[in-house]
């Protein structure tokens, strides 16, 4: 099923999508990988705030290549979403929601989507091209220092993902292998 998604990803709205449906996200998304969440994890451990509000978040797994002229953002292709695994059930746990990227999610990031309603979209590898043309504008918000792995708020027109695990832990991966 296609659904037009306006983010925030309430929980609601997170717990109605199934994996398989097709969804277009309009609305601000967050991009970090491994190194972001180590540091986003660690200043949760020190009891620290986020650079951003995970409330309801969006985080896209992405390390985009720097923007040419006239571009806001250079290729945004999703990342192998495994590396996140180690992070992902501290960041749901403090109300981040969905997770965009590519590849297998571990049983405990499965867990946590139960517990906390959070859903894992799919995005296209290798279309990193075509999908920064969905991305209308880049902030810079923390971790300068890690340059193409820098917490970024981007602004995304139509985005389109397809839900790989839903919040019931419903797994399109494992339901094609049955196939």
Do not use: W
């Amino acid at each position: 099923m296609k659904k037009n998604i306006t983010l925030p990803l309430t929980e609601e709205t997170a717990r109605s999508l199934r994996a398989g449906d097709e969804v277009y996200l309009t609305g601000y998304v967050y991009t970090s990988r491994d190194a972001g969440h180590k540091r986003m994890c660690e200043a949760l451990a020190r009891g620290e705030k986020l650079p951003f509000d995970p409330m309801d978040s969006v985080i896209y797994y992405v390390g985009p290549s720097p923007a040419k002229p006239g571009q806001v953002i250079g290729s945004a292709g999703p990342t192998t979403s495994g590396r996140m695994d180690a992070y992902a059930p501290m960041m749901m746990s403090v109300g981040a929601r969905g997770m965009i990227g590519k590849g297998a999610r571990s049983q405990e990031v499965i867990d946590a989507m139960k517990e906390y309603g959070g859903v894992y979209f799919g995005a296209i590898g290798g279309a990193g091209a075509l999908l920064a043309k969905c991305i209308k504008s880049a902030e810079l918000i923390a971790y300068e220092d890690l340059q193409s792995e820098a917490l970024r708020k981007l602004y995304v027109e139509d985005f389109p993902v397809t839900v790989i695990i839903d919040s019931l832990g419903n797994n399109l991966y494992d339901r094609n292998r049955r196939i």
